[in-house]
Structures are given as structure tokens and as C-alpha cells.
């Protein structure tokens, strides 16, 4: 299954942020004109050799739908109402998974970071959850948390979990002791020293777990709903892929693009509003 | 490592009047010995014993490795484990103290800070008067010549400016003493030269103690009133040599006969305690 596959990707990623920062950046204003033609050439013309292939009978429109055909499927999608509700499901499941994941995250990793004893007792179990792939704990899940809403957060909660407590515990420790002599010379309590130097310098760790989270809380969701749910973009998938109406299953798709580009895009903005002054940021 | 009072900047002005007789430093017997990772001992420093006294320029110069920054570092209160006192003030010290600030060899500001958020940085630790510090930290931007820099971060100034905007930084509290650690090593010969003028200036303006740690003999020379001699590790002071040479000093000093016989006497000091060093190295 390919979500396990980005899952796995993701998070190593999410150890290194500055190495891969700069290669996923989606700064349209600044890309020159003949870029963004060739962006869309490319688009056009993989659309292009999907409705050849499927309009001369080379690949079944059951494996790949006419992407003619996806437009009209949309438009029902839309127009048949309670989409909206769909959306608004899925993406409030994510969205509460991710807020207890950052609180759970930043609390825990704080802990582990600033505390010997809870760095010996917890660190461990972290090493050994962190190597487990946690989206199989998605039917189980089910199992504790019923099939309503509870497990879908349950499953974005877990697996977005780990990026942020990870990258909280990293940008903590990677603290300069330079600047936090600065400090101590002065006599600062610890608490000064955390907050006016240890956690503004853990931001961009911070930030760059917070994008991955933001992203695994969405398919959090959504494998939730896979596992079984009576509402939600993922339990939509699921029942138009059984009655095999692929053009739909493609349109859910791409709203569910729609929903990630707006997550990612009010991440881009958090990022700009706290990180103005990191050399990495654009 | 001890907390300290919390002052306010006008408390803290009348302490610094309050004593004026006594050294404002006095080190006596300072051994140091590091634990290395490895299990060994590295012994930094043995029996260290200076006095800096009220207005005083004092350097301290040593070869590198010596066990200048742990002298720096046990004035500031930033390690313990070490033997021997330090009073500072009139009054022993086992910690950070407000008599005192700190200008490190890196600039260490904080990226996420403006200029101006970086300078008024110690008001808040220290608990001190925002508006005031805000007043004070604008005029000490103007000594240190970033008027008009406030509102940069600081990843937007050169490296000499970061220097300059940490001296302002040590100043804000009011401190009676600044400490320097080889404030300059990064900088190119230039800004270092012109650094080290505006540092006199600053010095003289600011009526501070400073103590500055250097390997640069010239430098040390230029600046100081005294310029304290350090033997190669372990550290002890072997020589205290004061500096006639007028004041105000320009950069033309250099040409000064008296200037450079200074400089030749301190390097001829520090060739015999590394050759001194070397015999003993072949000797065994
Ligand atoms: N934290 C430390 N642990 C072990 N050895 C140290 C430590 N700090 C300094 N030293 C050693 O102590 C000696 C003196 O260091 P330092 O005071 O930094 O010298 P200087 O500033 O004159 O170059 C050096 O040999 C250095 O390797
Ligand atoms: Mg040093």
C-alpha cells in the first residue's frame, strides 16, 4: 500500500529538516513563466496519453479512468450535495488528531528534552514505537475507539504524533550553549533560559514536524475511514472503488488534493508568520 | 550555580559606587582541572592569582590552549569545580553576578531577535524596567555605532556590527565590569583594528573595569592600562606588565618606540614559557 511507503518517507525526512526544505518548496510567484508552461505541458500531456490509452482500448477504464469523464463525475460529486459534509468530517477528524498530537508532541518532547529521568524512562519506548509502522494499529483502533469519530482521530492522533514529538525533542537539544551562556551569565532561571532561548531555537525542528504532522494527520483520517466509517472522503473512496466507479474515486482524489494544498498552504503561512528570521525560509 | 538579586538599573548603579577602595577583581589561588571524556585530567589552570581595580583596562594574554576562556568562564560564574576564590566587588562570588557583562568570542544573539529585542535581552532576564531598558539599550546602540540598525535582525549585519551589538548587549544592566573573551578572533585584521579603537572609546565612555582575554599581544597592548602575562597550560599568571603609553590612543601608537618594545617584551615572555614547556617535554 503506498501510504505506508509515504509514511516511512515522511518521517525520515522529518528528522533532517534543512537538508530537504529547500527541494519541496512550492513557490509559484517566483518560478519564471516558462517553468510553470512546462508544468503545464507535462500535465496535459499525461492527461492526454490517459484518454488515448483508455479511448483506443489499451488500458481497461476500469484500471484508469477517461479523464473526460472525471469532470462530470466531479460536477455530480459536487452538485449531489452533502459532499460538504464529507469534507468537513474528515478533515475535523485530521484536524483534532494533529491538535492532540502537538499537545501530547510538544509536552512529552519537552519533557524528554529538558528532564534526565524522563529522557531514561521514555526515550526507549520511543525508539522501539518509532520503528513500528503505527498505521497498523489502524483496525485496532477501531476496535477501542468505535467506529464513529474517535478512531479516525485516534489513528491521525498516532501517526502524526511522532514527527512533532521527534523534532521537538531534536530542536530542543540542538540548542546552541553559546547563546545560552549568554543567558546563564546573567543568572537566568531555567525557565528564562527555555523560553526566551531553547524554544524559539527548537522553532524550525518544530515546524518542519508540524508540516509532516499535518499531512499524516490527513491520511490518518482517511485510513481510519478506510478501516471502516459511515462517513468521510475516505469512506466516499471506499464506496464508489466497490461499485467501481473509478471516475468518482479520481474526483475524491482530487479534492482531496484541493484539502492537502490548503493545509499545506496555511502551513507555508505559520511558517513565514514564526520563521521570518530563518536563513532557511524563503 | 547561585541566582542573583534581582536589580533594578538604578540599585544596580548604587552598588557599583557603593565600593570603590577594593579590587573590583581579585582571583586568589584559582586551580582548575577538567575531566576529560576520555578519563583523563586536563589541569587548565594553577593558582591564578590577580586584582583588576576600579576603572582599570587589565588584559590577559597566553598562548592558545592556556586557560584563558576558564578564567573568563569562573569570573562569570559559568563553571564550578574550581578552587581557589574570586571576589568580585568586595564580596566572594560561587556564580553569575550583575556586576558583570559578558561579551563572548561569538556574538551569540539571538537569530529570532532584532537588534534592539537582542540588547534589551538582559532587562528581561533580569527583570528590569522595559521602558527604561528600551531608553538605554537605543543609547547604547548609538555608542556602539548601530543607530539606526534597531529594527535589523541580525543575520542582516556583518560581523563586526554583531560584535558591536553583544558589547551593547553586556552593557545594558549597568554592569561595573565588562568581560571580554577574544572578542574579535573572528574578524579580519581591519574591523579588528578599527573594533579595538571603538572598544577604548566605549571603555572610556562607558567609565567600565574592563578585562579583556586576547591573543593578540599588539591588541592587548593598545588597550590596556595592564596586560597580565599567562604561561602555556597549566595557566598561571607570569608576568604583570604595565602600559605608560598615553590615552587617548590613536591606531598611530604602533609607530611609538615604547609600544613596540612592550610588544617584544610580552612575546619574549611567552617564547620562554612555551620553550621552558618544550624542555620539559623532551627532557622526559
Ligand atoms: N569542558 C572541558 N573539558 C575538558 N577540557 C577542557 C574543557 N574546556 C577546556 N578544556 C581544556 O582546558 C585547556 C584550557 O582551555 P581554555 O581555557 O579554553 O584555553 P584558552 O581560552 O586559553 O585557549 C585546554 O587545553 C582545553 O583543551
Ligand atoms: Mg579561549
Known sequence: ?????????????????????????????????PDLALTFLLVFGVLATCQALVYFGIVSRFVIPLPTSIVPALGELIGGGGLGEHILTT?????????????????????IAEFRVAERILYPYLIALQTMPKIALAPVLL???GFGLGSKIAVAGVISLF????????????????????????GASRWDCFRLVKLPN???????????????????ALVGEFVGASSGLGYLIVQANNSMDIPQVFAILLILVVVGMAAFGGMQRARRKFLYWSPNQD | MGKIDRLTLDESVAVSESITRAPVIATRGLCKTYATSAGETVNALSQ???????????????????????????????????????????????????????????????????????????GQVLRLDKKACHARALELLALVGLGGFEKKLP??????????????????????IL???????????????????????????????????????????????????????????????????????????????MFAATVLRIRRLLEQSTSADLHVTLAH
Open chain 2, 48 to 122: 591564578v592569582n590577580f586584582d583588576v581595580g576600579q576603572g582599570e583596562f587589565v588584559s590577559l594574554v597566553g598562548p592558545s590552549g592556556c586557560g584563558k576562556t576558564t578564567v573568563m568562564r569562573i569570573l562569570a560564574g559559568l563553571i564550578d569545580g574550581y578552587t581557589g576564590s574570586v571576589n568580585i566587588g568586595g564580596r566572594v562570588v560561587h556564580g553569575p553576578t550583575p556586576h558583570i557583562g559578558v561579551v563572548f568570542q561569538d556574538a551569540n544573539l539571538m537569530p529570532w531577535r532584532t537588534v534592539l529585542a537582542n540588547v534589551t535581552l538582559p
Open chain 1, 163 to 186: 514527527p512533532v514529538l521527534v523534532n521537538t525533542i531534536a530542536g530542543l537539544k540542538s540548542c546552541d550553549p553559546g547563546r545560552l551562556d549568554v543567558l546563564r551569565a546573567l
Open chain 1, 91 to 111: 478533515v475535523s477528524e485530521a484536524a483534532t488528531g494533529l491538535a492532540i498530537a502537538v499537545v501530547i508532541g510538544l509536552s512529552v518532547g519537552t519533557l
Open chain 1, 1 to 33: 500500500m503506498t501510504t505506508q511507503d509515504n509514511l516511512a518517507g515522511v518521517e525520515a525526512t522529518a528528522v533532517s529538516p534543512r537538508l530537504l526544505r529547500g527541494n519541496f518548496r512550492l513557490n509559484w510567484r517566483l518560478r519564471p513563466l
Open chain 1, 143 to 145: 476496535v477501542w475507539f
Open chain 2, 179 to 257: 568581560l571580554l573573551d577574544e572578542p574579535f578572533g573572528a574578524l579580519d585584521a581591519m574591523t579588528r583594528d578599527n573594533m579595538n579603537v571603538e572598544l577604548a572609546r566605549i571603555a572610556a565612555e562607558a567609565g567600565k573595569t574592563v578585562f579583556l582575554i586576547t591573543h593578540s599581544i599588539a591588541e592587548s597592548v593598545f588597550l590596556s592600562d595592564r596586560v597580565l602575562v599567562m604561561s602555556s597550560r597549566p595557566g598561571r599568571i607570569i608576568e604583570t606588565i604595565k602600559i605608560d603609553l598615553p590615552r587617548p590612543r590613536s591606531l598611530d601608537v604602533v609607530a611609538d618606540p
Open chain 1, 202 to 220: 527548537a522553532l524550525p525542528f518544530i515546524f518542519s514536524g508540524l508540516s509532516s504532522a499535518v499531512m499524516f494527520a490527513l491520511t490518518g
Open chain 2, 155 to 176: 543575520g542582516e549585519l556583518s560581523g563586526g556590527m554583531r560584535q558591536r551589538a553583544a558589547i551593547a548587549r553586556a552593557l545594558l544592566h549597568d554592569p561595573r
